[in-house]
């Protein structure tokens, strides 16, 4: 059995397995995902709702939407997993090809952040097909991954007409006031192309719209915000050095005791703890 967490990315397809502990994710979804789950579970929790999704069930998640996946084992299945990401140019594209004498009309937009699938044999037939490529030593080709995207977003169409205009929907993207999120989210792993995708700006303009609200560049803030929670959670004994680092969003735990130290003139086990 594996014993860590294992994503392969192709192109969009992202099989990805979670073994064997729980892990809670909080995402501002930027594309749209479809989500096919055969083992495990996933729970999807977003405005005071929870969806479970279990083994053989699909999910589609909106894209600029904020949920929470809580994926676990159940008995001895490990959480296992492919996804589908489908990106603006890659909707346009599909969009152009399509006859628009044929779309349906005045047909509403899901509300939901979150929507679970029946299983139809289109979707089945999706799925199985891509088992192969949830092996890392399998790459498929890059023709074959666009053919694969193209038969998902047929699925989802001939599922629910709501998706015509779910997915066409081609209006400025949405930002959000960037402080705030990051506030929320600065001891998430994350990196400034993901904050800046997440805000919906791109990573120039992520910057430029940071200068405007910051006299410190948003690495440096990050990191400073970073620190100072960290010598909270060691001066009120929460957690130990050891530990620290991850929870506030430091990967590499040399860096977190070096920027540590240069911040505060001591090494995190030297914190005197304040109860």
Same mark, same amino acid.
């Given at each position: 059995?594996?014993?860590?967490?294992?994503?392969?990315?192709?192109?969009?397809?992202?099989?990805? +397995?979670?073994?064997?502990?729980?892990?809670?994710?909080?995402?501002?979804?930027?594309?749209?995902?479809?989500?096919?789950?055969?083992?495990?579970?996933?729970?999807?929790?977003?405005?005071?709702?929870?969806?479970?999704?279990?083994?053989?069930?699909?999910?589609?998640?909106?894209?600029?939407?904020?949920?929470?996946?809580?994926?676990?084992?159940?008995?001895?299945?490990?959480?296992?997993?492919?996804?589908?990401?489908?990106?603006?140019?890659?909707?346009?594209?599909?969009?152009?090809?399509?006859?628009?004498?044929?779309?349906?009309?005045?047909?509403?937009?899901?509300?939901?952040?979150?929507?679970?699938?029946?299983?139809?044999?289109?979707?089945?037939?999706?799925?199985?097909?891509?088992?192969?490529?949830?092996?890392?030593?399998?790459?498929?080709?890059?023709?074959?991954?666009?053919?694969?995207?193209?038969?998902?977003?047929? +699925?989802?169409?001939?599922?629910?007409?709501?998706?015509?205009?779910?997915?066409?929907?081609?209006?400025?993207?949405?930002?959000?006031?960037?402080?705030?999120?990051?506030?929320?989210?600065?001891?998430?792993?994350?990196?400034?192309?993901?904050?800046?995708?997440?805000?919906?700006?791109?990573?120039?303009?992520?910057?430029?719209?940071?200068?405007?609200?910051?006299?410190?560049?948003?690495?440096?803030?990050?990191?400073?915000?970073?620190?100072?929670?960290?010598?909270?959670?060691?001066?009120?004994?929460?957690?130990?050095?050891?530990?620290?680092?991850?929870?506030?969003?430091?990967?590499?735990?040399?860096?977190?005791?070096?920027?540590?130290?240069?911040?505060?003139?001591?090494?995190?086990?030297?914190?005197?703890?304040?109860?």
């Amino acid at each position: 059995m594996l014993k860590e967490s294992q994503v392969y990315n192709y192109w969009n397809i992202v099989y990805s +397995c979670f073994v064997p502990h729980e892990m809670l994710s909080e995402y501002r979804m930027p594309v749209h995902v479809l989500i096919y789950v055969y083992s495990g579970e996933m729970l999807v929790y977003y405005n005071g709702r929870t969806l479970k999704v279990g083994e053989g069930n699909y999910i589609f998640i909106k894209r600029d939407h904020q949920v929470k996946l809580l994926k676990h084992t159940v008995e001895d299945a490990p959480y296992r997993a492919i996804s589908i990401r489908f990106e603006r140019n890659f909707l346009r594209e599909f969009f152009s090809t399509l006859n628009k004498d044929t779309l349906p009309k005045e047909v509403k937009r899901i509300r939901e952040s979150a929507l679970l699938l029946p299983q139809t044999p289109a979707l089945q037939s999706l799925f199985l097909s891509l088992f192969p490529y949830t092996d890392a030593n399998v790459k498929p080709k890059d023709e074959i991954i666009r053919l694969k995207m193209q038969e998902a977003l047929y +699925c989802l169409l001939d599922t629910d007409v709501r998706f015509y205009p779910t997915l066409f929907d081609f209006s400025e993207s949405w930002k959000i006031d960037l402080l705030p999120f990051m506030e929320a989210n600065y001891t998430q792993d994350m990196t400034l192309d993901e904050f800046a995708t997440y805000t919906g700006r791109s990573l120039a303009t992520f910057k430029r719209d940071f200068a405007k609200v910051s006299d410190v560049s948003p690495e440096k803030w990050l990191i400073r915000k970073r620190l100072d929670k960290a010598y909270e959670l060691l001066a009120t004994g929460q957690l130990k050095p050891s530990e620290v680092y991850m929870e506030v969003g430091f990967k590499n735990r040399s860096h977190f005791f070096s920027a540590f130290k240069r911040q505060f003139g001591v090494s995190p086990g030297g914190v005197a703890i304040h109860i």
